[in-house]
């Protein structure tokens, strides 16, 4: 099915949105970028422009001197907020400590979050960042661009903010990075309005989800990841914008187990894409592999000469459930006993394919170390159809939050609540039955709960009964 938005979007044109000319873009030359001094001494951080790999400093100061020679007009915010944020990390780092204020609550009406507050505690020495407020904008699934957008974007950032971003932050969000209170909302009214732009999440509610390249560039991809990141964000819009849980919570869509947005690790709830029929083997491009004709792993390993490829050793031998073999000069795979694990495919990606009959494994509970450890998600449901509308994942996910919602704790992650009520209390509640492929293993201990109504007899026994039979 082909990708369809939920309504009619509007193409943006830069050439109708621009706030800059090109000139005032371009307004210093390689010069005056050479003898650029900013107001603050950093000896420290200019360490950091040496070196090969892009520099955030040399970048920085680039910014700071288009800051300076726009005009007051053509910036709302102050001028030196690249050179005082400078400035301030400069001292932090011979501190070694922050200098930003506790914690800092401020937003747009009608959300929850969205925006983090931030103050200097040196505000007079760096007035440029007195505020430093980051906005969240929800990223395209997969991150897709047309530079239509990034230029109105920038031009917005650049005129109402610091001009300094993260591309992206780790959820997902493009993170516009420094602001004042004051901007926050004309920042929103544009955003929505010129450019269908939303805010992305924060705070104790559903963050923004985020998904690997999935079928828009990738084979293996066994749903569309982006779509599905899509409906699911534009269908919870009111989780993702108005706080409404005991603690945050994240999706994240994989389209295979490689897991190219680490979903297992970094979200609540991970969807991550599978199929259970055969992999599909071309055995002619095998030969090709094994004669030499073509590059294992797309030539991810070129850089090293590893010998000649060697398929009992690098894919067969390797295989967790040893469950492939040779014969006849032909690849053969017991599916039955297969775990999916993508090495095979990694390998020969030419030769061998996913399945057909594809979907997703939805797994549950991933967190940092806070409070009570770290941990990777835990499967619930070992294969689901994923297709639009998504209407037996939705269910999944709403069972989830239902209980979640009424029986976490104040900043209880999903994971927590399953390791304080255990997994079989949690699959009971949301109405999944349990399956073996939800464990690694079976308990080793013998604290065994039994329910009442399992037990003969139930648990209300009379002393007296017992005594008649057995001496004091
Ligand atoms: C043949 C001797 C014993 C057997 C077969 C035995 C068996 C067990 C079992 C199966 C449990 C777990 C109960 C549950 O899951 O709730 C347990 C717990 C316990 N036992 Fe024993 N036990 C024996 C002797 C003792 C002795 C001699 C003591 C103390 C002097 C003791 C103290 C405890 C304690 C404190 C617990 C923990 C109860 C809890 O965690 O709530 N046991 N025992
Ligand atoms: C000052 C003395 C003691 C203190 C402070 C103490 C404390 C504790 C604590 C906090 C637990 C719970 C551990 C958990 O939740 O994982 C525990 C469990 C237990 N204690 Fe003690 N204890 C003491 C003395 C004893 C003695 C003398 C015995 C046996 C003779 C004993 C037998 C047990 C048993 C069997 C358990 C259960 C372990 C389990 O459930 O896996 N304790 N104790
Ligand atoms: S997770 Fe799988 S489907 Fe998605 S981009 Fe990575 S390899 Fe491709
Ligand atoms: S996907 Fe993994 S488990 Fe399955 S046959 Fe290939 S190497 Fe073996």
Request: net charge negative; charged share 30%; with cysteine.
């Amino acid at each position: 099915m082909m990708f369809e938005p939920k309504r009619p979007q509007k193409e943006l044109k830069y050439e109708e949105l621009r706030i800059y000319t090109d000139e005032e873009l371009k307004n210093f030359t390689e010069e005056e970028l050479k003898e650029f001094k900013i107001k603050h001494e950093i000896p420290a951080l200019e360490e950091l422009e040496k070196g090969p790999w892009p520099s955030f400093v040399a970048d920085a100061k680039q910014e700071a001197l288009r800051r300076r020679k726009l005009a007051d007009d053509r910036i709302m915010i102050d001028r030196y907020v690249v050179e005082d944020l400078l400035g301030q990390l400069e001292l932090s780092f011979k501190d070694g400590e922050t200098h930003w204020k506790h914690g800092g609550i401020v937003g747009v009406f009608g959300y929850g979050g969205g925006v983090i507050g931030r103050y200097s505690d040196l505000p007079e020495k760096f007035p440029g960042i007195a505020h430093f407020h980051t906005i969240r904008v929800n990223q395209p699934a997969s991150k897709f661009y047309k530079t239509d957008f990034l230029r109105s974007l920038c031009d917005l950032w650049e005129y109402r903010g610091s001009g300094l971003v993260n591309m992206h932050g780790s959820t997902g969000d493009i993170i516009l990075l420094g602001t004042t209170t004051e901007q926050l909302e004309p920042i929103f009214y544009d955003m929505t309005h010129e450019l269908d732009q939303d805010l992305g999440g924060s705070g104790s509610n559903l963050r923004t989800p985020s998904c690997c390249i999935g079928k828009a560039r990738c084979e293996w991809a066994c749903y569309d990841t982006q779509e599905m990141c899509y409906e699911m964000t534009m269908h919870y819009q009111d989780e993702l914008h108005r706080p409404a849980f005991p603690y945050k919570f994240k999706f994240k869509f994989d389209g295979c187990p490689n897991c190219c947005v680490a979903s297992i690790a970094r979200a609540d709830i991970a969807f991550i894409g599978t199929w259970r029929d055969d992999i599909r083997i071309d055995q002619e491009a095998v030969k090709g592999y094994i004669a030499g004709d073509i590059v294992p792993r797309g030539g991810a390993n070129k850089g090293r000469d590893w010998g000649k490829f060697d398929i009992q050793k690098e894919v067969i031998d390797l295989c967790p459930s040893q469950c492939m073999w040779m014969e006849d000069g032909k690849l053969m795979i017991d599916n039955k006993e297969c775990v999916r694990c993508m090495h095979c495919i990694n390998v020969m990606p030419q030769a061998l394919r996913p399945g057909q009959d594809t979907g997703v494994s939805i797994l549950v509970g991933a967190k940092a170390p806070i409070l009570e450890g770290a941990q990777i998600s835990q499967v619930i449901v070992p294969f689901m159809k994923a297709e639009p509308p998504y209407d037996n994942i939705k269910e999944v996910i709403e069972r989830i939050w239902d209980y979640w919602m009424e029986e976490g704790k104040n900043r209880e992650r999903v994971g927590e609540l399953i390791q304080r009520v255990g997994l079989p209390k949690f699959l009971e509640a949301i109405g999944l039955p349990p399956a073996p492929q939800m464990i690694k293993a079976p308990r080793a201990n013998p604290y065994i709960f039994w329910k009442e109504e399992d037990v003969p007899g139930g648990f209300t026994r009379d002393i007296k009964d017992y005594r008649a039979r057995h001496k004091r």
